[in-house]
């Protein structure tokens, strides 16, 4: 399977909806979902062909062409992944990585965020959490280092250009703007009296903690947004030929997109781009055994056991075998959605999970999706095995980051990264400093 990093780079403000609006106000989401990329590029496709209506109804009329069906339908379609921001121009944003912070960041109450960005640190329990589930000692105080405040939970998205060097990852500050738009009247295509509707829109240039920046200024703080594609040799191939016939291309073989809500109001313009190659990460068994538990002695606490973790990239969708959407990763839900799974494989209590709602628009239906709740971008699943099944994990996490985990893959849902980096990168007692 191949990973191409995808960028998009955005040219004016964007509305990347979550469903249907709250009253008169339409809120965007801070990322690109998966699925809305997905949409746009097979609409884009399937348009000039015929095959789209202008009611926003794809045609079923006729079957789309075979590379079309290759790419986006079947048993396995390319996989879209979630596109995360970035505040670099499209050139800078290629040498970066996107990501949710993982639910076991922790900062300083009072400064909050990374030391790159001058603040007092982030630190990442998990580690922490599961030596003492091994047996071990848990060197974690809960408090900052510098200033010795309380660490509280720290939320949002980072960037980073080298998994294992802390000096490479920045916090990312998005904020909506409001814009404030009278409604028309459908019969006299006039203003309407007493009707105002409020979109919340992503613009370049506007940070949300300070003046909002003129139209000149827009270009000192860019706006992008970076994710991956995972698809064969042969999708890609399709799929680099549908965008080259199909979409413009402008400077640089740069590929102009309306993405996300509002495009008749002036919103979604974005620019698309890509870079071929692998994130830059140490090889899993590398990964694997740095994750390990281990004394201060530097030998494992519990060495009848592996130990490994999930850290989800998008959100997570599993049921159970009654067919219910469960937060419990057990051996027997994951045999359901992965060919090898380890014997005696335990879900440990180290694991940090949220669920939250989820529902979107479906173009092609012309209504919301059904709204599903699922696993939040950025949770951790904690692990453990026998040790006797190493080669087992090895292939179990291997196939998961590769084909992801859950239902609906095709839109970017159940991307995950085994044992990140992160969390040894950050780990407090490796890091007593925080990221220094």
């Not at 339409?26 to 062909?49: D, E, M, N, Y």
């Not at 982030?122 to 848990?138: I, M, P, S, T, Y």
């Not at 830059?280 to 060495?303: I, K, M, N, T, W």
């Not at 040790?387 to 609906?408: D, K, N, Y």
């Amino acid at each position: 399977m191949l990973r191409v990093r995808v960028i998009l780079e955005a040219q004016g403000p964007l509305l990347l909806g979550d469903g249907l609006p709250t009253g008169n106000v339409q809120s965007s989401r801070l990322f690109i979902a998966g699925s809305v990329l997905r949409g746009t590029l097979a609409k884009a496709i399937l348009a000039p062909l015929g095959l789209w209506r202008h009611s926003g109804y794809a045609v079923r009329e006729s079957p789309p062409p075979e590379p079309f069906r290759r790419v986006f339908l079947g048993e396995s379609p390319a996989r879209f992944g979630f596109l995360y921001p970035v505040r670099l121009t499209g050139d800078r944003a290629e040498d970066c990585e996107a990501f949710p912070l993982p639910l076991t960041a922790m900062s300083c109450k009072a400064h909050r965020g990374f030391r790159s960005d001058g603040r007092h640190g982030v630190f990442d329990q998990l580690l922490g959490r599961l030596r003492r589930v091994a047996g071990g000692r848990n060197a974690s105080q809960g408090l900052c280092p510098t200033c010795k405040k309380r660490l509280d939970r720290m939320r949002g998205f980072a960037l980073r250009q080298e998994a294992g060097d802390p000096s490479t990852y920045r916090g990312v500050k998005v904020h909506p703007r409001a814009f404030v738009r009278v409604g028309l009247n459908r019969l006299t295509e006039t203003a309407e009296e007493r009707i105002l509707y409020t979109l919340e829109a992503l613009v370049p240039g506007f940070a949300g903690d300070g003046p909002t920046p003129s139209e000149g200024e827009y270009a000192e703080l860019p706006l992008s947004f970076v994710g991956y594609w995972t698809l064969s040799e042969e999708q890609w191939a399709d799929l680099r030929e549908l965008l080259r016939r199909y979409l413009p291309a402008g400077d640089g073989n740069r590929y102009s997109l309306r993405i996300g809500s509002a495009r008749a109001r002036g919103m979604g313009r974005v620019r698309l781009h890509w870079v071929e190659g692998q994130t830059a990460f140490p090889s899993l068994e590398q990964r694997l055994e740095r994750f390990q538990p281990r004394g201060p002695d530097g030998q494992p606490v519990d060495p009848k056991h592996l130990y490994f973790a999930l850290t989800l990239r998008s959100p997570l969708l599993l049921y159970d075998g009654l067919g219910r959407p469960t937060t419990r990763a057990t051996q027997e839900v994951l045999a359901a959605y992965a060919s090898t799974v380890p014997t005696g494989l335990e879900m440990l209590p180290a694991s940090v999970v949220e669920q939250e709602p989820w529902t979107g628009w479906s173009a092609a239906w012309g209504l919301p999706k059904p709204i599903v709740p699922v696993i939040t971008a950025g949770s951790v699943l904690a692990f453990r095995a026998p040790a006797a099944e190493r080669e087992p994990v090895i292939a179990f996490l291997r196939e998961v980051e590769e084909e992801g985990l859950g239902e609906r893959r095709a839109e970017g849902w159940g991307e995950v990264v085994a044992c990140d980096p992160f969390h040894e990168t950050f780990d407090q007692m490796n890091r007593s400093g925080g990221d220094q």
